[in-house]
């Protein structure tokens, strides 16, 4: 089964290059026969109908649009009654539920940013309730004699509660800087002035991974934007040492090279470095291979580096396209499509790179040719 989704990855990623493919929402919802489902477009401060679909006698309904990267949208039952998706454009999102209980036990399968977002909307729910409950009690009994030893203990579980799933969101943005299911994970609230997530290292490079890869993202400039006013208004000691920092807003790569010895990508810290997506079989990729051979010549002297990732799946091919080629540069792969570094980098297309400099930080993206030469030619 692994081997056929890696396969199946890499025949989306080797064709979509320069195509716009559409998303499509089919579902099931049990009780929902005759009514209709709504699917809103979510805005930084609004939303929007887009479009409609009355359900058939057995709960079945089928929308479609286009989107050029991760978007989100509400899909809206009722009011109060929806499940937030997050979808890009080569997603065929599935979704299952009930009627009378949309909101609290839908599924969602074949959209994997949907899946993050319903994990966050699930913890969060789940956290929250626990906490208005002692919340509740707690009130109750504040002013009962001889309660004070359970009610510190009430306190002492309220908190751990809140931190235990604070860390969970933390972990969360720091395992996932390039998704956009980061900007729902960074404004989920406890009350209009509490935040969830408190760590203000990871909050500060998410959203400047996020603005490298979607720069034109409203929701993303919102984050960008915002994020500095966030961090003022969380009142933390260290806040001035923190801005000063730099963040690393690339996560890091492990994989064997053709020897099988691991390679990380920030090893190479200190060099300039192309992280770069290809595979053996696509012929634009071996074309661009050219370019870069000639460029990785005229500058590896000068502190650049090449880190190339294939997404292939035959091992003798990949190796043999490396010879052929003369990639003297860390080769990289899996052979099961890379995924992982996929996911964490958000590619959908091959070719595709990412120019990233001293420190780790992306400067520029899908730089081709002349661009690529012009780039390092003014940073070397």
């Known amino acids: 089964m692994n081997r056929i989704l890696a396969l199946l ?3 989306l990623l080797t064709v979509s290059c320069g195509k716009k493919y559409n998303y499509t929402i089919s579902g099931k919802i049990e009780g929902g026969a005759g009514k209709t489902v709504y699917l809103n477009l979510l805005l930084t401060s609004s939303q929007k109908t887009i479009d409609s679909a009355k359900m058939d006698q057995a709960g079945e309904f089928n929308l479609k649009g286009k989107v050029s990267n991760p978007t989100f949208f509400l899909l809206k039952l009722s009011e109060g009654n929806f499940a937030t998706l ?12 009930s009627y009378k209980h949309f909101a609290s036990d839908y599924t969602v399968g074949g959209s994997d940013n949907s899946s993050k977002v319903r994990e966050l909307t699930f913890g969060y729910a789940r956290a929250k309730a626990k906490m208005d409950s002692i919340r509740l009690l707690y009130n109750k009994h504040q002013y009962d004699a001889g309660s004070q030893s359970e009610l510190e203990r009430m306190n002492k579980e309220y908190l751990k509660i809140a931190g235990d799933y604070s860390i969970y969101v933390n972990d969360f943005v720091k395992r996932n800087p390039f998704s956009m299911a980061s900007v729902y994970a960074l404004y989920q609230k406890w009350d209009e002035n509490n935040y969830v997530a408190n760590d203000f290292q990871s909050m500060k ?6 603005n490298a890869v979607y720069p034109k993202n409203d929701q993303v400039k919102a984050l960008y934007s915002n994020a500095t006013d966030l961090l003022k208004r969380q009142k933390n000691a ?14 890091d790569v492990k994989l064997p090279d053709p020897s099988g010895i691991t390679q990380t990508l920030w090893s190479l810290h ?16 071996r074309i661009q291979n050219q370019v870069l051979t000639e460029l990785y010549a005229k500058y590896k002297h000068k502190g650049f580096e ?5 997404v292939d799946d035959d091992k003798s091919v990949w190796t043999a396209a490396i010879a052929e080629d003369h990639l003297t540069w860390i080769n990289v792969g899996d052979m099961k499509g890379s995924i992982p570094a996929l996911i964490s980098f958000n590619i959908h297309s091959i070719p595709y790179n990412y120019l990233l400099d001293k420190q ?12 690529l030469n012009a780039t390092l030619a003014k940073m070397l």
């Not at 997050?86 to 599935?94: F, V, Y």
């Not at 090449?306 to 294939?310: D, K, Q, R, T």
């Not at 780790?360 to 661009?371: E, K, R, T």
């Open 306 to 310: 090449i880190y190339m990732v294939s």
């Open 238 to 251: 260290n806040f001035n040492t923190l801005m000063n920092e730099k963040a690393i807003n690339s996560p």
């Open 360 to 371: 780790g930080n992306i400067v520029a993206q899908n730089l081709v040719g002349p661009a």
């Open 205 to 210: 490079t998410a959203a400047s991974a996020l």
């Open 9 to 11: 990855a890499i025949v």
């Open 270 to 285: 200190g060099k300039y470095v192309l992280l770069h997506f290809w595979s053996a079989k696509d012929r634009t990729c």
């Open 86 to 97: 997050l979808l890009d454009s080569t997603e065929h999102a599935t979704i299952t539920g």
